[in-house]
């Protein structure tokens, strides 16, 4: 080496200079790819298919890497070695020495890690071209290098046959759906609103047994058919005196066969007959579980009962969809319907019976939904007895007051979301 002409030497030098470039960049790019992606992409894609294949044990691809990296570090310090004492003597050593520790830094090592962290795919898939036919050259070496580091690690106490664990948790989903490219709020909003499917029952968003639209089989047919004219919806659930002895749920096409039929086949016993039977639900069913039993069971509507058999309230397959999609109706008059009425920012007038959930929706608020169901379940927890005129109280930053009583609950309230001053406002006024 000592003959060889500096020319050659420094085309040596710059050619393993590139090479360590390569193998930093490599590293950086292979550590840098986003692991999902990356199963996406392996689909279709050569590179990302060798690129998976190489993570798939690690401790082989950095044993790789690392070996032509220190390898290259190794001969450029000789050469530079040579060059700086044919060129300088033995002070040569000193100063290239400092050089070659400024061009390693720049040009094969924070440069290239910096553009393989920019575009870590690029560099990846071409990388694993050329590192697979490497780790296959140099296997033993490798081999032997991953023996001696495992065991070392093994002496700490650190497994290094652990596969690592990519799944995702349901907040890490969360934050990925928040952050995720090529998207819309409504979309964003559905795929979050899915996750949350499991943290609510079916007793959270079931219509309240009090709300219960159904035919008594009781009644005449003239009140039956009064009914079925107003109610609106498609099933309706049909019962002897009580809802806790129901019959079944009745769909409404099987009504018009009835009046297509001539009036005097529009009968008690004929609705039982064209009824079908009950289903029912337990109210702590997840909403997940629950839209997946409808799909099972091949049902939309169920009725929602509790420990002891005592239905509570009844539960649609379109309750649960706009959980996931928001409603269906959200003009004015749907909102005044719902018993939900904006008077000016902040302040709504509210019937009692409606839900904290629908509440927090409507106005975009934070009532605590951990307890009681209804606003007027919220106000009576509170104050521990039913007032006998209307009151005043703080909840948490709302301001609620009653507005109309009754014997058993508070029919309609006022509510008003408070501004919390900060800290240091709050001192100054002190």
Known sequence: MNDAPIGLLFSILGGLLILS?????????????????????????????????????????????????????????????????????????????????????????????????????????????????????????????????????????????????????????????????EKTPEHENMLINILDLEEITVNDIMVPRNEIVGLNLDDDTGILLDII????????????????????????????????????????????????????????????????????????????????????????????LEEIVGNFTTNKAEDEKLGIVKLKHNIFEIDGSETIRDINKRANWDLPTGGPKTLSGVVLEHLENIPDGNVSLELESYRIETIELSDKSVSKLQVKKLLIKNKHETDNES
């Open 21 to 181: 470039a390569f193998f930093s960049s490599s590293e950086t790019a292979m550590m840098s790819l986003n692991r999902y992606r990356l199963d996406h992409l392996k689909k279709n894609h050569r590179g990302a298919r060798k690129a998976h294949k190489l993570l798939m044990r690690p401790d082989r691809l950095i044993g790789i890497i690392l070996i032509g990296n220190n390898l290259t570090h190794i001969l450029c310090s000789a050469i530079a070695t040579v060059i700086a004492i044919r060129l300088y003597g033995d002070a040569g050593i000193f100063f290239g020495t400092l050089l070659l520790t400024l061009v390693v830094l720049i040009f094969a090592e924070v440069t290239p890690k910096t553009v393989a962290a920019l575009h870590p795919e690029g560099i990846a898939f071409f990388s694993s071209h050329i590192l697979r036919p490497l780790l296959i050259v140099f296997y033993p070496f490798v081999w032997l290098v991953n023996q001696l580091s495992n065991g070392l690690l093994r002496i700490f106490g650190i497994n290094p046959d652990k596969s690592r664990d990519d799944s995702l948790s349901k907040d890490e989903l969360r934050t990925v759906v928040g952050i995720s490219s």
């Open 229 to 320: 004219i107003n109610c609106g919806y498609t099933r309706v659930p049909i019962y002897r005196g009580d809802i806790n002895h129901i019959e079944g749920f009745l769909h409404m096409k099987n009504v018009s066969r009835l009046l297509r039929a001539g009036g005097e086949g529009f009968t008690q016993k004929a609705l039982k007959r064209f009824a079908r039977e009950p289903y029912f639900v337990p109210k702590n069913t997840p909403l997940n579980k629950q839209l997946l039993n409808f799909r099972l069971d091949r049902r939309r509507i169920g009725l929602v009962v509790d420990e002891y058999g005592e239905i509570e309230g009844l539960v649609t397959l379109e309750d649960i």
